[in-house]
């Protein structure tokens, strides 16, 4: 789940099963009790037809808050991030950061970082189509130390200048949960 909408969807489908639970949030949902076998083959059902996917291998669970978190990081929040990006996943998901690396790039065939800066590339295109930020604020507000370094990793991952994508009548941008 990567949106509002996406967490109502769950719960409308949870609700609908009569599925009782404690937290829904981005990505998470945290039952009352364990699921009988058929609950969950239909509760998995259910959300395949919604376009999720129920989770419930750690390690999976693990990839999956790791995508979380730093979809929250970059697209949901504008406070500052107080620490380095390693010592925030590590604190949040109470585990070492290099077995989280290892994790993740083991299963995504990338690593955390270049997750976190396709991510944010993303939220760049989408600020820059919104047209109300200069980019000196949108570097600012993604915590590139320079415009320089924002054009510059953009270019790489993108093949167009901030300016060329911007003014491209062809704008490509990827839905959040499939970076």
């Not at 979809?71 to 998901?93: E, G, I, R, W």
């Not at 997750?115 to 590139?144: C, D, G, M, P």
């Not at 994508?165 to 490509?172: I, M, P, R």
């Amino acid at each position: 789940m990567v949106c509002g909408r996406c967490e109502m969807a769950v719960k409308n489908e949870l609700d609908k099963l009569k599925i009782s639970f404690s937290e829904i949030q981005l990505g998470e949902v945290t039952l009352d009790r364990n699921l009988e076998p058929t609950e969950k083959i239909k509760l998995s059902d259910n959300l395949q037809n919604l376009g999720f996917e129920l989770i419930d291998d750690k390690i999976s669970q693990t990839i999956e808050r790791i995508k979380n978190l730093i979809v929250t990081l970059v697209h949901y929040q504008d406070a500052n991030l107080k620490m380095n990006l390693s010592s925030h996943l590590a604190a949040d998901l109470q585990q070492d950061y290099s077995a989280l690396s290892n994790l993740f790039s083991e299963n995504e065939g990338m690593t955390i970082e270049h997750y976190f800066i396709a991510q944010k590339i993303e939220r760049v295109k989408e600020l820059l189509l919104y047209n109300e930020l200069t980019l000196s604020e949108i570097a600012y507000q993604l915590h590139y130390s320079t415009v320089a370094h924002l054009s510059n990793q953009f270019k790489k991952n993108t093949g167009l200048t901030p300016t060329q994508f911007k003014q491209s009548n062809d704008v490509k941008r990827k839905q959040i949960d499939s970076v």
